[in-house]
T-cell receptor
Framework: EAGVAQSPRYKIIEKRQSVAFWCNPI?????LYWYQQILGQGPKLLIQ????????DSQLPKDRFSAERLKGVDSTLKIQPAKLEDSAVYLC??????????????FGQGTRLTVV | AQSVTQLDSHVSVSEGTPVLLRCNYS??????LFWYVQHPNKGLQLLLK??????LVKGINGFEAEFKKSETSFHLTKPSAHMSDAAEYFC?????????????FGSGTRLQVQP
């Protein structure tokens, strides 16, 4: 079974530039998450989708971050404009739909973003 | 509100000795609890999960954890550490909140295994 795919693996940009990350979840997983993991900290949820609808985006800095999952499968996360403090690993995860009992989330390898 | 506290940021053990990584949680609802492991430059991998069945949960690679409701703890243990166990470990709490499934991560414990 293929896992969660993310690209790119690494990205270096200058502050005030924009960047986009892509995620392809495990086939059949309706729930998709984006997490931000700053060095030395645990992952923090940015946004959670159920199919193509947003379930939770309470911790997403909406003035600069945006995410979409138009067809309920792939998702993109965008930062515009980037700040130095956005340097982190961005993790995508997926799980079976809510209501299918309690299932774990499966994580991709992440995109390491460095803002200089 | 829910939260999870990992009591040690770093733990160092000798190969072949027991491992104990401590985790306490706070949740207004019946939680589900997980331990994930993160090796350098690799994705997060599920070690084990507790979802209101048996309180002693066995996971992969010889790890296990015991859910203690009275102590609000979910400590991770392994009888004998191996060099390959060196990694970052995260305790995660999850519960259903108004139709969402919120996953809250602890700050992580870095396990070092000395030869």
């Amino acid at each position: 079974e293929a896992g969660v795919a993310q690209s790119p693996r690494y990205k270096i940009i200058e502050k005030r530039q924009s960047v986009a990350f892509w995620c392809n979840p495990i086939s059949g997983h309706a729930t998709l998450y984006w997490y931000q993991q700053i060095l030395g900290q645990g992952p923090k949820l940015l946004i959670q989708f159920q199919n193509n609808g947003v379930v939770d985006d309470s911790q997403l800095p909406k003035d600069r971050f945006s995410a979409e999952r138009l067809k309920g499968v792939d998702s993109t996360l965008k930062i515009q404009p980037a700040k130095l403090e956005d340097s982190a690993v961005y993790l995508c995860a997926s799980s079976l739909a809510l209501g299918h009992g309690d299932t774990e989330a499966f994580f991709g390898q992440g995109t390491r973003l460095t803002v200089v | 509100a829910q939260s999870v506290t990992q009591l040690d940021s770093h733990v160092s053990v000798s190969e072949g000795t027991p491992v104990l990584l401590r985790c306490n949680y706070s949740s207004s609802y019946s939680p589900s609890l997980f331990w994930y492991v993160q090796h350098p430059n690799k994705g997060l991998q599920l070690l084990l999960k507790y979802t209101s069945a048996a309180t002693l949960v066995k996971g992969i690679n010889g790890f296990e954890a015991e859910f203690k409701k009275s102590e609000t703890s979910f400590h991770l243990t392994k009888p004998s550490a191996h060099m390959s166990d060196a990694a970052e470990y995260f305790c995660v709490v999850s519960f259903m909140d108004t139709g969402r499934r919120a996953l809250t991560f602890g700050s992580g414990t870095r396990l070092q295994v000395q030869p």
